[in-house]
């Protein structure tokens, strides 16, 4: 059964974006998980691309689809999960409300036992240990 690997929004939006730091490697990262497993996005991921696609779901699902990037709903226990880390990182004096989004990717991820590929692995690491994350 080929793996599945979940899209961070930062590493999504170094493509559509053509970000001159990241782009590279977010191409080479994207194109080398697709030749191992299936790449995924999530309602969050695509909520937080969307401003891309000028908040329009035919043009976002069309890109998606001639990329051969699937879609996955976030399960319930996911979202426990997002905010049980989210409260811990609240409390560990974490200022950051809006980082409410980034716990719900690396909950969905651990839970659906998917890898993240994300450049920004730090926060996924402290908040979920256990989750494979694919980063540079």
Same mark, same amino acid.
């Given at each position: 059964?080929?793996?599945?690997?979940?899209?961070?929004?930062?590493?999504?939006?170094?493509?559509?974006?053509?970000?001159?730091?990241?782009?590279?490697?977010?191409?080479?990262?994207?194109?080398?998980?697709?030749?191992?497993?299936?790449?995924?996005?999530?309602?969050?991921?695509?909520?937080?691309?969307?401003?891309?696609?000028?908040?329009?779901?035919?043009?976002?699902?069309?890109?998606?689809?001639?990329?051969?990037?699937?879609?996955?709903?976030?399960? &319930?226990?996911? $979202?426990?999960? @997002?905010?049980? +880390?989210?409260?811990?990182?609240?409390? /560990?004096?974490?200022? =950051?409300?809006? *980082?409410?989004?980034? &716990?719900?990717? $690396?909950?969905? @991820?651990?839970? +659906?036992?998917?890898?993240?590929?994300? /450049?920004?692995?730090? =926060?996924?690491? *402290?908040?979920?240990?256990?989750?494979?994350?694919?980063?540079?």
């Amino acid at each position: 059964m080929k793996s599945r690997i979940l899209l961070d929004t930062n590493v999504i939006l170094d493509l559509l974006t053509m970000d001159e730091t990241w782009f590279d490697w977010s191409v080479q990262a994207i194109a080398a998980q697709q030749k191992t497993g299936s790449l995924v996005l999530n309602p969050v991921v695509c909520a937080e691309i969307s401003r891309a696609f000028d908040y329009n779901w035919a043009k976002l699902d069309a890109w998606r689809r001639a990329a051969g990037i699937e879609l996955e709903t976030i399960p &319930f226990e996911a $979202g426990v999960l @997002a905010a049980k +880390a989210h409260s811990e990182y609240r409390s /560990r004096g974490g200022q =950051r409300i809006a *980082t409410l989004p980034d &716990f719900f990717i $690396g909950a969905h @991820a651990l839970f +659906a036992g998917h890898a993240l590929l994300t /450049r920004d692995a730090s =926060r996924y690491k *402290t908040y979920f240990p256990k989750l494979k994350i694919i980063s540079p």
